[in-house]
Protein backbone atom coordinates (compact mmCIF):
# COMPACT_ATOMS: atom_id res chain seq x y z
CA UNK A 1 0.00 0.00 0.00
CA UNK A 2 2.60 2.72 0.90
CA UNK A 3 4.52 1.49 -2.28
CA UNK A 4 1.58 2.36 -4.23
CA UNK A 5 1.22 5.98 -2.33
CA UNK A 6 4.59 6.70 -3.14
CA UNK A 7 4.47 5.71 -6.53
CA UNK A 8 1.62 7.69 -7.03
CA UNK A 9 3.03 10.66 -5.20
CA UNK A 10 5.81 10.33 -7.65
CA UNK A 11 3.41 10.14 -10.54
CA UNK A 12 1.43 13.64 -9.49
CA UNK A 13 5.33 15.28 -9.15
CA UNK A 14 5.68 14.61 -12.21
CA UNK A 15 2.62 15.25 -13.58
CA UNK A 16 3.10 18.79 -11.80
CA UNK A 17 6.40 19.40 -13.03
CA UNK A 18 5.71 18.52 -17.13
CA UNK A 19 2.74 21.39 -15.86
CA UNK A 20 5.43 24.23 -14.93
CA UNK A 21 7.40 23.19 -18.12
CA UNK A 22 4.20 23.44 -20.65
CA UNK A 23 3.66 26.80 -18.85
CA UNK A 24 6.76 27.94 -19.24
CA UNK A 25 6.89 26.40 -22.86
CA UNK A 26 3.73 28.75 -23.44
CA UNK A 27 4.86 31.76 -21.84
CA UNK A 28 8.31 31.69 -24.25
CA UNK A 29 6.23 31.10 -27.49
CA UNK A 30 3.97 34.01 -26.33
CA UNK A 31 7.03 36.18 -25.82
CA UNK A 32 8.17 34.64 -29.54
CA UNK A 33 5.16 35.47 -31.19
CA UNK A 34 5.10 38.96 -29.76
CA UNK A 35 8.39 39.47 -30.82
CA UNK A 36 7.39 38.05 -34.21
CA UNK A 37 4.02 40.22 -34.77
CA UNK A 38 6.89 43.45 -33.98
CA UNK A 39 9.39 42.36 -36.25
CA UNK A 40 6.37 42.08 -39.25
CA UNK A 41 5.22 45.26 -38.82
CA UNK A 42 8.48 46.97 -38.72
CA UNK A 43 9.39 45.31 -41.48
CA UNK A 44 6.28 46.35 -43.07
CA UNK A 45 7.11 49.77 -41.93
CA UNK A 46 10.26 49.48 -43.75
CA UNK A 47 8.70 48.31 -46.69
CA UNK A 48 6.41 51.16 -47.22
CA UNK A 49 9.19 53.40 -46.71
CA UNK A 50 11.36 51.96 -49.39
CA UNK A 51 8.62 51.81 -51.59
CA UNK A 52 7.93 55.80 -51.02
CA UNK A 53 11.48 56.29 -51.70
CA UNK A 54 12.03 54.63 -55.00
CA UNK A 55 8.45 56.10 -56.30
CA UNK A 56 10.32 59.79 -54.99
CA UNK A 57 13.56 58.86 -56.63
CA UNK A 58 11.69 57.49 -60.47
CA UNK A 59 9.80 60.95 -60.11
CA UNK A 60 12.81 63.06 -59.63
CA UNK A 61 14.48 61.37 -62.14
CA UNK A 62 11.46 61.68 -64.63
CA UNK A 63 11.43 65.37 -63.96
CA UNK A 64 15.44 65.90 -64.20
CA UNK A 65 15.09 63.71 -67.49
CA UNK A 66 12.20 65.66 -69.03
CA UNK A 67 14.03 68.86 -68.26
CA UNK A 68 17.34 67.61 -70.12
CA UNK A 69 14.41 66.67 -72.71
CA UNK A 70 13.35 70.07 -73.05
CA UNK A 71 16.80 71.60 -73.15
CA UNK A 72 17.86 69.28 -75.87
CA UNK A 73 14.73 70.56 -77.34
CA UNK A 74 15.58 74.05 -76.84
CA UNK A 75 19.05 73.55 -78.57
CA UNK A 76 17.92 71.97 -81.40
CA UNK A 77 15.54 74.67 -82.33
CA UNK A 78 17.30 77.54 -81.95
CA UNK A 79 20.43 75.50 -83.96
CA UNK A 80 17.68 74.98 -86.99
CA UNK A 81 16.71 78.36 -86.19
CA UNK A 82 20.51 79.65 -86.91
Not at 38 to 53: G, H, L, N, S, T
Given at each position: ??????????????????????Q???????????????????????????????????????????K???????I???????
Amino acid sequence: MRQQQAYLEAIDNSIQNQQLRVQKAKEVVNEKRANLNEAAVDRKIMQDFKEKCIQKYRQEFLKEEQKLFDELGVIGFNSKAN
